[in-house]
């Protein structure tokens, strides 16, 4: 149990670092595809006004976490037995 517990921890937060590296780009490619059709960021950031900026911001974030945990899934070495460099022998 505890070697699982292990790799979802270290999963989350591959996940994380990889959510909070993408935030950014992703966050200005998306603004920049909404400018596009004319709606301002305030209106994304907000999700249409319907929770303020901090909240949204947030979500935002979790959003990008949650595809970044898929790929972290994907990503992580599960059928090894050690996570650690290779002992010379």
């Not at 959510?19 to 994304?44: D, N, W």
């Amino acid at each position: 149990m505890r070697p699982l517990l292990s790799s979802l921890s270290q999963m989350a937060v591959m996940g994380a670092v990889v959510a909070t590296l993408a935030y950014v780009p992703l966050a200005i490619a998306l603004v920049l595809v909404f400018a596009l059709f004319g709606i301002p960021l305030s209106a994304v950031v907000t999700f249409g006004g319907t929770v303020n900026t901090f909240f949204g911001i947030v979500a935002w974030w979790l959003l990008a976490f949650a595809g970044a945990s898929i790929y972290a899934a994907c990503a992580f070495p599960w059928g090894d037995k050690a996570l650690a460099w290779p002992r010379k022998k």
